[in-house]
């Protein structure tokens, strides 16, 4: 803790210099640059920058404090998320100055509040993941529907800006009622339907780890690639909205050969996802039937058989049925303590089953979630259990055989 206090002791000068140094020239009093441009006389006052810069330093020092004193996951995405913001902050209070656009000011305050957004929902994902990795589809189906709200609403408060420039163009007479038929609610409606269907697409995320691998692929390929399906939901739903009735009410198109274009386009897209799914079954499904079924070799121990074999075939059976495993390395140890190997090789032949933990199944979930955990860690144990024992032969304990106990060979097969 120490350390971590020292390591800030350094930036905190430096963020209370700078600070102070903005607080005096840009707030508490007027600073007057003096510029000659093309030969005008003009004064350039960079007060305006002082409210801003005050934002952007104080949320990147806490950025730097939350790098630098926190630790875990969750600190590291409250750092990242304050850089972030930092920035946005940075834009939106400079945007009240009096030369900029009227409607950098919108957009500016969609940046910030988009970014504190995805701090806390990449904060609370740390979270809830933990809980149960289905909550986090859940909690980003509830994401997506507040940034849709951010983004409609700033699209409300752009468009007058945006209409305003057209009609002071020559060419408003043939824009504007383009414009005013494909972007004025059009698009606001777009953005609130689009962002609706990907919040609901969203929650196909729950299946990314579904025993059923056909639900597993539909959760890996929406829930997993969501921008991508929050482009193609805006395009399409705008398509519907305005590109389709634009096509057969203003172009002088025929309308069946747009019916048809539809129809062709609709086939392409069962096409894709047809192929998709093929292509998914034939490398992924296929692959895991035969590799789960067909083996190329069976590890096998060569060990002679000694008094306490029975005991270690009960210890393995335990251990990859129930994870039990202390019982397990002490009897390893001491077997290959009096099989002559050194207590580093020993280490080194144990380390992977002194180092193996379960996966941990959710603190809240559905049965077959826990099935599916239980059933992984099986195999976990299993292949632990090979790798070891596939990795050392047994000799007979000079004690046995002192004592003339037969030699026979046994083979221990997991």
């Known amino acids: 803790m120490e350390k971590r206090v020292r390591e800030i002791v350094l930036p905190s000068v430096i963020y209370v210099a700078l600070l102070t140094v903005t607080v005096w020239f840009l707030v508490l009093q007027e600073t007057l640059i003096p510029l000659d441009l093309l030969g005008y006389d003009l004064t350039l006052s960079p007060s305006f920058l002082g409210v801003p810069m005050i934002a952007f330093l104080s949320l990147r020092y806490s950025s730097v404090v939350a790098d630098k004193l926190l630790v875990g996951e969750a600190a590291d995405r409250l750092s990242e998320g304050l850089n972030t913001v930092a920035y946005a902050a940075f834009l939106y209070y400079a945007a009240d100055w009096s030369l900029t656009p009227g409607w950098v000011k919108p957009l500016t305050g969609f940046l910030l509040f988009a970014s504190m957004l995805s701090a806390l929902h990449d904060i609370l994902g740390t979270y809830v993941g933990g809980t149960n990795y289905v909550f986090e589809p859940i909690l980003t189906s509830i994401y997506i529907l507040f940034i849709g709200f951010l983004g409609s ?100 198109m025929n309308p069946q050969y747009i019916v048809i274009g539809e129809w062709v386009a609709i086939c392409l897209g069962f096409y894709v996802g047809y192929r998709g799914m093929k292509r998914y079954a034939e490398q992924s499904l296929v692959r895991q039937d035969v590799t789960g079924t067909w083996r190329r070799h069976t590890q096998r121990v060569t060990m002679h058989t000694d008094s306490q074999l029975e005991r270690l075939s009960d210890l393995v059976e335990g251990f990859i049925d129930h994870g039990t495993k202390k019982e397990l390395i002490v009897h390893l140890t001491l077997l290959l303590r009096n099989s002559g190997l050194e207590a580093n090789a020993i280490t080194r032949t144990l380390a992977p089953l002194i180092e193996y933990i379960d996966v941990e199944p959710p603190k809240i979930g559905l049965p077959w979630q826990a099935d599916h955990v239980a059933k992984l860690n099986k195999r976990r144990r299993r292949k632990i259990v090979n790798t070891v024992l596939g990795s050392i032969q047994l000799k007979p304990s000079t004690d046995a055989t002192e004592a003339g106990e037969a030699e026979t060979e046994t083979v221990l097969e997991v």
């Open 153 to 252: 609403q700033t699209w409300l408060s752009v468009y007058p800006y945006f209409e305003e420039m057209v009609l002071d163009s020559p060419f408003s007479g043939f824009l504007l009622p383009i414009i005013r038929a494909g972007l004025a609610e059009p698009v606001n409606n777009v953005i609130i339907f689009s962002t609706a269907l990907t919040a609901v697409l969203s929650l196909t995320g729950v299946f990314k780890n579904h025993p059923n691998p056909y639900l597993e692929y539909i959760g890996g390929r929406i829930g997993g690639q969501i921008e991508k399906v929050t482009l193609l939901n805006f395009v399409l739903i705008y398509c519907l909205f305005f590109g389709r009735w634009y096509l057969l009410e203003s172009s002088g």
